[in-house]
């Protein structure tokens, strides 16, 4: 069974919303939401703790991206506003953190479970 699965990408303009939805089969703690523009490096986004509502935020998108959960459903989503064309790219959610979390979260080695990810296209 895949551990965790996203949906929700597509095509949008400049300016407009998208909202991402990884769902997942397991109790993790941390859930978090990479993104991997073409031609470079997965880059953290967002991440959540599941056990509580702690959320950290890269720089480039506080303000515009929120991450929420929904525990009975075992889904975390990315709410995605005033999109750039830079937000183009892959979104992964990954899990099964391992690490201090509130110094490592946004490093992509300290997870081992990663879905397979969703395309986001923001045309300009």
């Known amino acids: 069974q895949v551990p965790l699965v996203e949906s929700g990408g597509g095509s949008v303009q400049a300016g407009g919303s998208m909202r991402l939805s990884c769902e997942y089969n397991?109790?993790?703690?941390?859930i978090v939401w990479f993104h991997q523009a073409p031609g470079k490096e997965r880059e953290v986004v967002a991440g959540?703790?599941?056990?509580?509502?702690?959320?950290n935020y890269a720089d480039s998108v506080k303000g515009r991206f929120t991450i929420s959960k929904d525990l009975p459903k075992k889904v975390v989503y990315l709410q995605m506003n005033s999109l750039k064309p830079e937000d183009t790219g892959m979104y992964y959610c990954?899990?099964?953190?391992?690490?201090?979390?509130?110094?490592?979260?946004?490093?992509?080695?300290?997870?081992?479970?990663w879905g397979q990810g969703t395309q986001v296209t923001v045309s300009s």
């Open positions: 959540i703790a599941t056990f509580d509502s702690t959320t």
């Open positions: 990954a899990a099964d953190f391992n690490g201090l979390w509130h110094v490592e979260w946004h490093q992509r080695e300290n997870y081992s479970k």
């Open positions: 397991y109790r993790w703690n941390y």
